[in-house]
């Protein structure tokens, strides 16, 4: 049995898993999939103070009070960000990263840092445009992915990644190809950390799908990349 803590993306919550968790529940696994705090049915806790050492703190947290060990952490686009400052800080209790579309931050790096000038005219228009002053109201047009507002701190936050044992931990990249063309946005957003994963060479699996397609494809691919436990 392995134990598979899903964190989500920006501008969605831990529901986004339900059908993932269903499936690797029902092959006799553990599946958490929490939801940060501010988003989802926790966004009356949203606040200007959380950001992205709130979030890695909720899933610490996760795996310390469920006593959670030899955890596969997975998680999408800015879960990135997240899964790689829970590795830095409790790297014991984890067996396997997963980046699923997701951004690859190095040392001193905010979501930001890693996001194109193209895309980041975009970002920054939409927070000029429809925020309140602390929180991104949602990317919408040119994606088509759920969307609710998400605290701007956590893309301004940067992440210290120097302990040399996270860096121990085996690491996976599944990358969406559907919707990875030259100029599109995900294509863009997530350029400069897939060059990191091939330039690591890193495993990667492919989902003919695009970006926040289908969770219940990631559940099944889990199953695969992880058949001793099944």
């Known amino acids: 049995m392995s ?3 899903l964190v989500h993306g920006a501008f969605i919550g ?28 926790r966004v009356h806790l949203s606040t200007p103070q959380v950001g992205l050492d709130t979030h890695i703190t909720d899933i610490a947290n996760l795996l310390i ?43 001193g790096e905010s979501m930001l840092d890693l996001t194109p000038p193209a895309v980041r005219q975009i970002v920054d228009a939409g927070f000029q445009a429809g925020s309140d002053g602390w929180r991104h109201p949602g990317i919408g047009e040119p994606v088509s992915w759920p969307s609710e507002p998400h605290p701007w701190k956590c893309f301004t936050q940067c992440l210290s990644v120097t302990n040399p ?3 121990l931990i085996p690491r996976t990249y599944i990358r969406h190809t ?18 990191r994963v091939t330039a690591g060479g890193w495993p990667v699996r492919e989902l003919h799908e695009p970006h926040y397609a289908s969770p219940e494809s990631i559940a099944r691919l889990l199953l695969e990349l992880f058949p001793a436990a099944t």
């Not at 831990?14 to 988003?39: D, V």
């Not at 559907?178 to 897939?194: C, P, R, W």
Request: aromatic share 12%.
């Open 65 to 107: 009070y469920e006593d959670l060990h030899e955890v596969v952490l997975l998680g999408v686009s800015y879960g990135g960000m997240v899964i790689t400052g829970v590795a830095e800080q409790i790297p014991e209790r984890i067996s396997h990263l997963v980046y699923e579309d997701a951004v690859v931050p190095f040392n």
């Open 14 to 41: 831990g529901y986004y898993w339900k059908n993932a968790c269903r499936i690797l529940r029902a092959a006799g696994h553990e599946a958490y999939a929490p939801t940060l705090t501010g988003l989802g049915e």
């Open 165 to 167: 044992t996270a860096k």
């Open 3 to 5: 134990t598979f803590v």
């Open 178 to 195: 559907a919707d990875k063309g030259t100029g599109e946005f995900i294509e863009l957003l997530l350029a400069i950390s897939f060059e």
